[in-house]
């Protein structure tokens, strides 16, 4: 589901949520990206959110809150497709970097 900007400070501050940009690495390198956010391009989401690959980031927790983000929300919507097809529960959407930016969340260098 998609969540608001409060709703996802929230999540990060009260239970430990990984936000995570889907987006290219070119436009990561363009624009930043949210402050504390790691970024893993959408082809790649698979391999690093398999606990049992041998890529897997352990960020990646099946119960750990994941919240995602793309350019517009469309790629964050396919990775959390994946997402939950793999055994997560906590999967939200924030949309599009540019909302998130505009709702006063910080950004970083990518």
């Keep these: 589901p998609k969540i608001s900007v409060d709703e996802a400070r929230k999540l990060v501050a009260k239970e430990n949520a ?10 990561v390198a363009n624009t930043g990206k949210i402050k ?4 893993v391009s959408r082809g790649m989401i698979e391999f690093r959110a398999d606990t049992e690959a041998p890529s897997h ?4 927790q099946k119960d ?3 919240i995602l983000y793309c350019a ?3 790629r964050a919507a396919l990775a959390g497709k994946v997402l939950k097809d793999m055994g997560y529960t906590k999967v939200r959407n924030l949309g599009g970097f540019k909302d998130a930016v505009d709702g ?3 950004t970083e260098p990518g």
């Design 18 to 27: 990984l936000m995570v940009d889907v987006r290219d690495g070119t436009e």
């Design 36 to 39: 504390g956010a790691v970024h």
């Design 57 to 60: 980031d352990p960020k990646f």
């Design 64 to 66: 750990r809150p994941v």
């Design 72 to 74: 517009s929300g469309g």
């Design 104 to 106: 006063g969340l910080e």
